[in-house]
């Protein structure tokens, strides 16, 4: 076995990841190769230094109010969506009384009501826009596909 | 023998590691210790097939069992507290959006981690355009312990080596994980997962090697 697979077998032997037969294997090397008695005994030190590194504990409090946290904003995201559909179905009939009362007002000239109906297509193209480049954006999601 | 060739060995480590990571491991990769728990009398399973049906409580429960896991995770990949406790909340956000994608068939926390772990990456790609000069080490090892240079020297080693290095290293010292435990994390093969762990040590034993006297 070359010495490159006998060190990846030295890091597993310290890590408590070999079979019997393979740590027999890696004894009977160690016994005759000076190089990696040496490797066995660096790692092995690593290892012990590696065991006693721990992450910092976060306040217990934030355990507390990690859930929580969690379950507002779930909750605060579907008020969002019915307020944007209230506000879109509020908009859309607010803006079809206006044209309809645009188109039917005598008083109104008609270079007025041309201007108006311009503006507010220019406002219905440019949102649409809008939506459309979103959909396409959500399309591609980078998560969309996660594995499961 | 080929790495491919090799079969998981399960050790029994639970004595060599802190209570609340033992817990917490049994929870992800034990259907039967995640049934057994007291408050719980509901299998994972059928806790998520309530959840895809709306049941945003019910998505509490996987929370918890999970939180302290998915949390140490992202510290260990974001190096910071508040950014492991954002990305790791935005990640079960996400993952309650995609619920309906997920088979319930299948562990939760495996499928979750893969979403977190993206996320994680996006928010070190993100930061390391806002920042033009390196990150700032930020104090994320446990302060009372010994060996402190020594540890943040390492600790600074570990940030720096490439992500699927860095990833088996957290999830094998900080998360006590086995080899076929991270494969079956990481999705790959538990020779890669050995490979990756040597390469990582041997790095890691060249910063050691500067305050042990073994360069």
Redesign the interface.
């Known amino acids: 076995m070359d010495h490159k697979k006998l060190?990846?077998l030295i890091?597993?032997y310290h890590?408590?990841?070999?079979?019997d037969k393979?740590k027999q294997e890696v004894n009977d090397h160690l016994n005759q190769c000076a190089e990696c008695r040496?490797e066995f005994?660096?790692?092995g030190?690593?290892e012990e230094?590696?065991?006693?590194?721990?992450?910092?504990?976060?306040h217990k409090e934030?355990?507390e109010v990690?859930?929580t946290?969690?379950?507002n904003?779930?909750?605060r995201?579907i008020g969002w969506i019915f307020l944007s559909i209230g506000a879109m179905i509020l908009l859309f009939f607010g803006g079809y009384k206006a044209v309809e009362g645009i188109i039917q007002d005598p008083s109104i000239s008609l270079l007025l009501k041309i201007g108006i109906l311009t503006l507010l297509g220019g406002v219905v193209i440019l949102l649409g826009s809008l939506l459309r480049e979103q959909i396409f954006v959500h399309k591609r999601e980078?998560?969309k596909?996660?594995?499961? | 023998m080929n790495k491919s060739d090799r079969k998981p060995v399960y050790k029994d480590r639970k004595k060599d590691m802190p209570e609340e990571i033992a817990l917490q491991k049994e929870q992800i990769f034990s259907a039967e210790a995640a049934q057994v728990e007291v408050k719980r009398a509901l299998s994972e399973r059928e806790i998520l097939e309530s959840v895809q049906k709306g049941d945003k409580e019910a998505y509490g429960l996987i929370v918890k069992r999970y939180m302290h896991s998915a949390y140490y995770i992202a510290l260990g990949f974001v190096h910071n507290q508040q950014d492991a406790l954002d990305v790791s909340q935005d990640a079960f956000i996400k993952a309650f959006r995609k619920i309906k994608m997920f088979d319930t068939h299948m562990p939760f926390f495996p499928w979750f981690y893969r979403l977190m772990k993206n996320l994680c990456l996006d928010h070190l790609k993100r930061k390391r355009r806002m920042s033009e000069v390196p990150l700032e080490d930020a104090k994320v090892l446990d302060e009372a312990r010994d060996d402190r240079e020594m540890k943040e020297a390492l600790w600074k080693g570990i940030r720096e080596l490439p992500f699927d290095q860095r990833e088996v290293i957290i999830l094998r010292y900080f998360r006590q994980m086995s080899y076929a435990e991270i494969a079956e994390l990481i999705g790959r093969p538990i020779g890669t997962v050995m490979s990756s762990l040597y390469y990582a040590k041997k790095k890691l034993k060249g910063i050691l090697g500067k305050y042990m006297g073994f360069e």
């Open positions: 060190k990846e890091s597993s890590d408590g990841e070999l079979d393979e040496r005994e660096e790692m030190k690593l230094v590696m065991k006693k590194m721990q992450l910092k504990k976060p934030m355990w990690y859930w946290s969690i379950y904003r779930l909750e995201k980078r998560y596909e996660v594995e499961k």
